[in-house]
């Protein structure tokens, strides 16, 4: 599977209101997500800001979400990968991510993501059952994607170590306090894990950490710099995180705000930022 040459948007959501609810749009403040987006939507706002590929990822656990998702990546057209959801605590997901495979689109299928974030277990990740669904992942060749909050980064830390021949990709930085200005303990923590070669970060998901009003690239910048020291361009890649990211910024100031960010890197840095790591890490 190749993809044309051009940005990379290595993280992006879409979903279909009359398809099913998403329970996690709640309140005031969420109330401008609560509508349907599909990658129509997306789509004249990636173009315009130069991205030729989009890597599509899981919203919800429910295991109907990722057929639909491969079967619109099998159309062709933005999304090259797919970051699916499958039961990774089920004995048989093995034989889940085996049938995944079969399905329209299912060449598509680049990584498997679970909302981490919501679980009441800071350590669910070294569980044994989730640890076996974790190798499956990896005997799948197939990548995991990490959405965790900061005080979750010492057991995904843990877990990446374990499992050295799985990479783990990190969404949204780890989701740090950029609103309360605070870099410690998540800037030693990402450090951690960043410490492993099977580890590699998102540059993504910063501007609803920040304060959604106000933000500037220079609230961003201690954040962004901390990842790109620890990973490297090389083990990063850009990722706009919408339509989430509408909340608190438009989707061409959220790319402009990424490459505010990484201006201080070389021209082949930059494209292993934009464009070549996603490629690289989900074999777009």
């Known amino acids: 599977m190749s993809v044309p040459h051009g940005v990379v948007d290595a993280h992006h959501h879409i979903w279909d209101l009359s398809v099913r609810d998403q329970d996690w749009i709640t309140g005031e403040r969420l109330a401008p997500l609560r509508r349907s987006f599909s990658v129509a939507d997306l789509e004249p706002e990636a173009r315009a800001a130069g991205v030729t590929a989009t890597v599509l990822v899981q919203t919800v656990t429910v295991a109907e979400e990722t057929p639909e998702f491969l079967a619109l990546a099998a159309r062709g057209g933005l999304v090259a990968g797919v970051v699916g959801w499958t039961d990774l605590t089920d004995p048989a997901v093995a034989d889940r991510l085996a049938a995944l495979r079969e399905l329209p689109g299912g060449e598509r299928l680049v990584g498997i993501r679970h909302q981490v974030q919501g679980e009441a277990d800071p350590e669910w990740l070294l569980r044994p059952d989730v640890r076996r669904g974790l190798r499956a ?50 800037a030693d923590d990402v450090r951690a894990l960043a410490a492993l070669p099977n580890a590699v970060c998102k540059l993504s998901g910063m501007v609803t950490e920040a304060d959604w009003d106000t933000w500037t690239p220079a609230d961003l910048a201690p954040y962004a710099g901390t990842v790109l020291d620890a990973f490297g361009p090389d083990r990063l890649m850009f990722g706009s995180d919408w339509p989430v990211a509408r909340l608190a910024a438009s989707y061409a100031e959220v790319v402009d705000a990424a490459r505010t960010l990484t201006a201080g890197l070389t021209p082949a840095e930059h494209d292993a930022v934009f464009s070549g790591t996603a490629r690289r890490v989900y074999g777009l």
């Open 137 to 186: 992942v990896a005997d799948a060749g197939l990548v995991y994607d990490l959405v965790v909050l900061a005080e979750q980064l010492p057991a995904a830390a843990k877990a990446a170590a374990l499992l050295p021949d799985l990479v783990f990709v990190l969404d949204h930085l780890g989701k740090p306090p950029i609103a309360a200005g605070t870099l410690r303990p998540w």
